[in-house]
Structures are given as structure tokens and as C-alpha cells.
């Protein structure tokens, strides 16, 4: 069990590229923690320096309360799951499973129990005496667990462990993963760039932009309250649409002005732009915060030209040609709107998203 | 119709150069075995004789009990010309030659593998200031031919006092050895993915034993190949061993084998004869190893 505490940490590597800057953030003991962003952002370079697999160049790194910058990986006690798995090609998955109980000295009674509890645990028992390319890519991805699970670490370490599995299966284990978590009761923290993933298992959420954090927060909190554009865009599939227009006064209301499009703000956003008549900002919409109503009141609708029905399944996608934009809306599947025809959608007016222009911070919260 | 024909021909061309190319190869080879079976009047003949008509192993005798007796311009013609005996005055050099050559090989070998092993895993997998420099220094030595290394090497064997003393064939070799190695080793251990290094050490191995316990059984093909390189050069090598050595007491076998054609005899038969025994410890070599030399052994390791 282990808090992990970044203290003003940075990586800079010796051509003077930077890695990640000045992260400071606390991982709480059995949290599960997701590191998300674009690959490039850091995420890994932060997880390898839990691992002790980085230098840290400037900083701190706690364990509990003990710096750990200069401790090298092998007296960590922390474990690792990898995208490639990195399984011992000249191990069996016994040996694999139980290398890092060897490598520590454990009885060997010991090890055998414990390697096949974990075996038996992931459902692959009958493939212990298997060399890691006799296994499928799942299975692999089983053995990499299990090897990880067994030391039962003090912090639990994963950089993309589902990016090579095909997607069924990747949402199974994206379950099994959860549930490893309550019945193992230890730190996790999980590196992935895959949006879905990082909401589904986080309790909470770094997400991170080149070297540098841009929001902290649990999942709802990332989704609903993004700090900037960035974060919200990187939420959600389809991703946020985005409309550039400037505020305007309308009596006692404020309102978001784009050609022909006049959104009417809710009090609690026109209260927090109130004198910022003028001001050049963007428009956030998630796809699903429209409304299917017929005849959108004044003031929430938005007019457009269908361009595409992109029907999913449960529901439907419309590409929508509005103000000279591409906005992507999910509607029900119930309404049969064709191509070219001219609709009007009612925008949920409580649940946009404004953001200043130039900056790209929201001007929400 | 045709293609199947046209099929055929190609067989049948591949299967003809392969031939040509295989007695081309081996020709020589089988010469040597041959001639060593044959008296010396005999591997003379025309036509030649490629199965022996009077095998005998009187050249293999010969090595194995040469006496002390120094052949000279008056003793020569004690040599029976029929039997093949004229066997050179330093042919009981030829036994000590090899064993000094397989003392020097070994050597190589082991310390060799000592030096470039660690050195090839840290160029690969350990980033540190110079790194890429390193590796072009060390290869740029290897441009450079021996023949123009032969006198520094000298002038630096002299000082060390090691001048007719198996030392100096080691030392010498392993400046020859040891980059190539790394090389070959540094190529291997690029290709093996970092995160198998990383998940090493995360489960518990220190850089050393990373490299022991991981690296070393996989890159096992590529050891082998380093194994067997370095032997054959050091057990091979010529042109340093005759610079560096004087006395049968350092004197390696190319030297010795060198020498039977400089004396007052010269036996083609007793010649061929050592060559067999030249060769035989690299086919040894080759044959323990050949199980080892497995390719795909990284196939798993990562994503399929």
C-alpha cells in the first residue's frame, strides 16, 4: 500500500527537451489513478519515474513519506504492466509469473502457491508449461497480469496494457481490471491515451499535455467541468464540437452570437460573463446535449443542414452543416432525418461549455 | 504443359549451380582429407587419386610420435619416399602448437565475451553521455587493417615485455576481437524491446542480473556466433602470431603448419594431415553449438 507524492517533479532529458514540467500531485493509497493524454504528453515518462525507470531531474518523488528519487527499480516495490506485455520469451508462464517472486527470494513453496492462485484467478492454469508465443495476444496480456499480481506490490503500475487486445475484449477486461483493483486493494496507476478507458476505470483522471497537467479530477468531474479546450476535446467520442462567436448583451440576458445562430446563456453562465459583451469566445457542445424536440424555442435552437446520418447501433450520429461548421449531434435513432434535409436541433443550453478564444480556459469554473 | 517443364528446368538449373557452387566450396576440402589418408607418391600422381588407393595413416602417426630426430641435408634421404616419410624437423612442434593455439583461443574467447557482453547491453539499453560516440570509435578501429597495426602492436608488446609469450597473441586478439563483437552483440540486444529490460529490473533485477538472467539467454543465438567468430579468428589468426612469437614455446599452429613448407622436406601428405587436425576443433565447435543456433527464439516476446 502506498501514497505517491510528486513534489515540484520534472524530466528533462540531456538534449534539453522536457519530458514533463513541474508536476506536483499526490496519488492516494488504493486509489486508482489514469494518466491520459496524446502520446508525447508524458504519461509514461511519469510512470517510469514511480518505477524508478526514469530519472527524476528536478523535484521530488515520495513513496509513503520516503523520497524515493535515487532508489533504483529493483528495491521499489512496485510492479509493472507493459503495452507489449514484455514477457521472457525463454521463460515459461509459470517461470515468467513467478520470476519476480524468485528474483526477491521468496520460499519457494510460496511461489508455487501464489503462482497458482494467480493462474487460477486469470483462467490460465492450463497454460503454465506454454512459452509466452504459443499464446494468443489476450492470454499474454493475462500472463503480464498475473506476473504483476503475484508480488502483490505496494503501487501497480500499467502503461497501455489494453491497447493491443481487439476492442471486445478490451472492454471485458477493462472490467476485470476493475475488479482486480477492489479485491487487490492496492495503488494503481494506469497510463492510457484511450478516452473511454480512462473514465470507465478511473476514481480519478491527470489529464496531461505535453509535460504539463492540465486538469485533475474524478471522471464526471473531467467530463462535465473541463478547465480548457483541450480537456474537453479529448473527452467524448465524437468529441465536443466546437462554435467561435462573441457574447452579446440582450437585455437583461446574455447571449452567444455566431451569424445567424443566437444561443440564449443560462442565468448561471450569463451571471459569470455578464460584462464581457464583445468578448470572442468558443462555444462547447457534446454531441448528445441536444434535444430531438420538433420546434426548438427561441434561443436554444440551432439550424442546420443534415450532411450525414451516421447510424451506430443504439443510436444515431448527425453531421450537421451549421453557421459554415461541421457539428456532429447523437440523436435517437427513432428520428429518420436524410441527408440534405434542413433541421433545427434545441441545444441543452444548461450543459454548454464556453471558453475564452484566446486562451482556451473555460470561462465557466 | 510448358509451365510445369519450365518448372522443371528451373529445378534442374538451381539444382546444377548448387552443385558447381557446393564442389567449388568443397573441393579443396576434400582434397586435404584425402591427400592426408595418402603416401606422399601417391597424392602425387596423375590423375589424382580423390579415393585413396593405399590408404594408410602413416601421416597421422607421424605427428602423433615424432621423435626428436632433426632432419638435415644428411639425414633427408633416411625419408622413404614410398611410405611418405619425410617428415618436416619441426613436426613435433605441431601438437604443442595446437594446444598453444587452443590456449590462446579460449582465452580469447572468455575474456572477450567478459568484455563485450556488458559493453554491447550498456550501448544498447543504458542512454549515457557519449554513447553514440563510443560506438563509432570503437568500429572505426576495425577499418583499419592489421598489417598497419602490426608495428605499434609491436613497439607496445615489446614494452610490456610479453614478446614471444601467449600474452601477447591474447592481447592482440582481443583488440581485434572485441569490436567486432560488441558490434554483432550491440545489433542483437537493440532489437530485443527495452521494456523486456524494464520489466526485469521492476521485477527485481538489478542492471547486472538483467543482463544475466535475461538478456544472456535470449541473445543466446548471437552469443554463439561471437563464440565462434572470435575462435576461429584467434585460431586462425597468422600474420600477428608470426610477428609476435619466436620459440615453439609461443609459437600457435598456423605458424608451425606455415613452417613444414620452409624445411628441407616438404611432405603434402604430412601437411594435409595437420590440416585435418587444423580443423578439426572448429567443426567441434560447430557441432556442440549447432543446437544453439536457433533462430526466433525472441518470437512472443512482444506483440505478435
Known sequence: MARIKFEDVGKRYPNGFVALASLSLEIRDKEFLVLLGPSGCGKTTTLNMIAGLEDVSEGRLYFDDVVMNAVPPHRRDVAMVFQSYALYPHKSVYDNIAFGLIMRKHPKEEIDTRVRDAARRLEIEPLLDRRPHQLSGGQRQRVALGRAMVRQPAAFLMDEPLSNLDAALRISTRAELKQLHQTMQTTFVYVTHDQAEALTLADRIVVMREGVVQQIGAPDEIYEQPRNMFVASFLGNPPINYLEGTLARDGDDMRFARGELSILLPPHVAQKVSAQQGREVVLGLRPEDVDERSSPREGEAVHGRVSSVLPVGSDQFLGLEAEGKLLFCR??????????????LAVNTNRLHLFDKASGQTLLW | MSASL????????????????LAYVLAPVAWMVS??????????????????????????RAIFTTGEEAVTYETRRHGDPATGKFIPSTAKNLLPGMGNSLIVALTVVVLNLLVSVPAAYAMAKVRFVGRSASIYLMLTTRVIPDIALVVPFFLFIRKLGLLDHLGSLVITYLAITVPFSVFILLGYFESLPDELDKAARVDGCSRLQALLRVFLPIALPSLVAVTLFTFLTSWNEFLLALMFTQTPASQTMPIIVASFTSDFTISFSFINAAGVLAVVPPIILAVMFERYIVSGLTAGAVKG
Open chain 1, 331 to 344: 440523436v435517437s435513432k427513432e428520428l429518420h432525418h436524410q441527408q440534405g434535409e434542413n433541421i433545427a
Open chain 2, 6 to 21: 519450365h518448372g522443371i528446368g528451373r529445378r534442374a538449373l538451381l539444382f546444377g549451380a548448387s552443385v558447381l557452387f
Open chain 2, 35 to 60: 591427400s592426408s589418408f595418402q603416401p606422399e607418391t601417391e597424392i602425387t600422381s596423375v590423375p589424382p587419386h580423390w579415393i585413396s588407393h593405399a590408404p594408410t595413416l602413416e601421416n597421422f
